[in-house]
């Protein structure tokens, strides 16, 4: 059974840094997608970096630059670096994952609906 717990959330100014963790438990092989969403009050959850089977990072548009995907094989930890944090990053922040059958997992991220396993979430929030 795999479970994600996510951590790290905070209330931060304008400009400052967090790091996000999420620990992952019962995934014990290397088929799956993980992936960093977050979700504004009134607003859809959105897609914003994915960890493919073979290591590669992506990232949307948003935030590109500014926010780091990676993962700790021994901790079995997903992280989320956030740089140069905004207002509009404001929001909860999610960890999921899904096994992936082929297909990108970068791809996966505009359908949150496709992952199978999400975390509990974790409150980011950024004052001007």
């Known amino acids: 059974q795999v479970q994600l717990v996510e951590s790290g959330g905070a209330s931060v100014q304008t400009g400052g840094s967090l790091r996000l963790s999420c620990a992952a438990s019962?995934?014990?092989?290397?088929?799956?997608?993980m992936a960093w969403f977050r979700q504004a009050p009134g607003k859809e959850r959105e897609g914003l970096a994915s960890?493919?089977?073979?290591?590669?990072?992506m990232y949307v548009n948003s935030v590109k630059g500014r926010f780091t995907i990676s993962k700790d094989n021994a901790a079995n930890t997903l992280n989320l670096q956030m740089n140069s944090l905004k207002p509009e990053d404001t929001a909860m922040y999610y960890c999921?994952?899904?096994?992936?059958?082929?297909?990108?997992?970068?791809?996966?991220?505009?359908?949150?609906?496709?992952?199978?396993?999400w975390g509990q979430g974790t409150q980011v929030t950024v004052s001007s």
């Open positions: 999921a994952a899904t096994e992936l059958r082929g297909g990108s997992c970068f791809a996966l991220l505009s359908t949150p609906a496709r992952f199978d396993y």
């Open positions: 960890l493919s089977i073979a290591g590669a990072a």
């Open positions: 019962g995934i014990t092989d290397r088929r799956y997608c």
